[in-house]
């Protein structure tokens, strides 16, 4: 699980530096639906993500997708 958490945190992180730089309408769709996704995922998948976002120095990434701290 740490390997998909992994790619998914590097996926958000570059389409939301994308969208920072080019505010292109796919960029914030495709972020949309990640955290849609993450809304829904087991707590367990959840928590994957945000101890890997946290530990890729990304911590910012759990609050923007509206996702507790790691625990």
Known sequence: ???IAKALVLAVRYIDQ???LHAE???V???EEIAT??????TTEQ?????MATSL???????QLGLDSPR
Not at 37 to 42: D, K, R, T, Y
Not at 47 to 51: G, I, L, P, Q, V
């Open 1 to 3: 699980m740490d390997g």
């Open 18 to 20: 994308q969208s920072n």
């Open 25 to 27: 309408d796919d960029d």
């Open 29 to 31: 769709n495709a972020l």
């Open 37 to 42: 996704a993450l809304a829904v995922a087991s």
């Open 47 to 51: 928590d994957a993500f945000a101890r």
């Open 57 to 63: 120095g990304f911590p910012e990434l759990v609050e």
